[in-house]
Nanobody, 112 residues
Framework: QVQLVESGGGLVQAGGSLRLSCAAS????????MGWFRQAPGKQRELVAR???????VYADSVKGRFTLSRGRAKNTVDLQMNSLKPEDAADYYC??????WGQGTQLPVSS
């Protein structure tokens, strides 16, 4: 069992920045395979960014150059730095860990 706790969501203006954090605990050994997904109303959940099993990073084309995924200072923590936010980035953001483990989600409204 893996527990994922997200933090950092909230209302932000278009063009602004925000940082999401996800802390994993339980049966998890490292941050490989962890990442963030998002789901906007009426749309499917989609990948935002994740670490691969080898530790490299993968980004959705829509966020490349604006979002940065990193490992947090605390063990088994991943951060998502989001810059130059756009209204279309507004969604519920979910932390994900291997073996179908999901966080509870955090809202990110983006005002235009």
């Amino acid at each position: 069992q893996v527990q994922l706790v997200e933090s950092g969501g909230g209302l932000v203006q278009a063009g602004g920045s925000l940082r999401l954090s996800c802390a994993a605990s339980g049966r998890i050994f490292n941050t490989n395979g962890m990442g963030w997904f998002r789901q906007a109303p009426g749309k499917q959940r989609e990948l935002v960014a994740r670490f691969t099993s080898s530790g490299s990073t993968v980004y959705a084309d829509s966020v490349k150059g604006r979002f940065t995924l990193s490992r947090g200072r605390a063990k088994n923590t991943v951060d998502l730095q989001m810059n130059s936010l756009k209204p279309e980035d507004a969604a519920d953001y979910y932390c994900h860990a291997p073996r179908n483990n999901w966080g509870q989600g955090t809202q990110l409204p983006v005002s235009s």
